[in-house]
């Protein structure tokens, strides 16, 4: 299966706005993507989801300030996070699964993960 690779994170003042991208080695129109994010001392937790006919779902806590987008033919998602706060910050992963065929935010249903980009609000 393909490979994951984050980009676009950093350190933003509140209010702010960042774009965060997912490269994959192969085709990805095939699979369900997902963001997560995993801030210290807390569970890794679910942020948004695509499934593979552009269908977008996203946790309450970032539902409106969030969206989540694909393009099949970079092999690419994106994630533009706006009114960022404090409490947005954390390692942000990005993941891939080619059999999941329902909305999920749960860490097992998904099999390539991307090794995650680091978000910061000050």
């Known amino acids: 299966h393909v490979q994951l690779v984050e980009s676009g994170g950093g350190s933003v003042q509140a209010g702010g706005s960042l774009r965060l991208s997912c490269a994959a080695s192969g085709d990805i129109a095939n699979y369900a993507m997902g963001w997560f994010r995993q801030a210290p001392g807390k569970e890794r937790e679910g942020v948004a989801h695509i499934g593979r006919y552009d269908e977008t779902t996203y946790t309450d806590a970032v539902k409106g300030r969030f969206t989540i987008a694909r393009d099949n033919a970079k092999n690419t998602v994106y994630l533009q996070m706006n009114s960022l706060s404090p409490e947005d910050t954390a390692v942000y992963y990005c993941?891939?699964?080619?059999?999941?065929?329902?909305?999920?935010?749960?860490?097992?249903?998904?099999?390539?993960w991307g090794q995650g980009t680091q978000v910061t609000v000050s």
């Open positions: 993941a891939a699964d080619r059999w999941l065929w329902r909305v999920s935010f749960r860490k097992t249903d998904y099999g390539v």
